[in-house]
C-alpha cells in the first residue's frame, strides 16, 4: 500500500485493474474485527484506564464530505495516510507533498470543526 502505482492501479476498474489490495483490505478488515470483538468483552482498556467505544451510527453530512476527500486524495495520490507515512521514509518527494497538504488539511479541520457538534 506505500506503492502509488499499485494503490491507482487498484483504483483503476476501468483499464489495467489491479484486485491484489483486496486481500490487504479483507485482512485488514478481519484483524479489525477481531480487535472490536475483544474490546467488546471487556469494561475497561487494557491498561486500566476507562474504554471508550464511540456509539455514534448516524450519518452526518461532515462525514460524508471527509469521505468524498479522503477518496480524492487517495485516487489523485495513490497514498492514505499510514502508507504516506512509510513512503515519506523511503524518501519520496510526492509522499513529502502529500504527508504536507495531509497536515495542512489536519490544521484547517482543528481551525473550523474543533467542537462542532456534528463532529462528536
Not at 479483507?26 to 471487556?42: C, D, E, P, T
Not at 502529500?98 to 482543528?110: I, P, Q
Request: hydrophobic share 55%.
Amino acid at each position: 500500500m506505500s506503492n502509488p502505482e499499485k494503490v491507482l492501479s487498484f483504483l483503476d476498474i476501468t483499464g489495467a485493474w489491479d484486485p491484489s489490495l483486496i486481500f490487504v483490505m479483507v485482512g485488514a478488515i478481519v484483524v479489525g474485527l477481531g480487535g472490536f470483538y475483544l474490546v467488546s468483552k471487556r469494561s475497561k482498556a487494557f491498561f486500566g484506564g476507562a474504554l471508550h467505544i464511540p456509539t455514534r451510527t448516524a450519518v452526518s453530512r461532515p462525514l460524508v464530505i471527509g469521505s468524498l476527500i479522503f477518496g480524492a486524495g487517495w485516487g489523485i495520490a495513490g497514498f492514505c495516510p499510514g502508507p504516506a507515512i512509510v513512503a515519506l521514509g523511503a524518501g519520496h518527494l510526492k509522499a513529502l507533498i502529500f504527508v504536507l497538504a495531509m497536515l495542512a488539511g489536519m490544521a484547517l479541520c482543528n481551525r473550523f470543526f474543533t467542537g462542532h457538534k456534528n463532529l462528536v
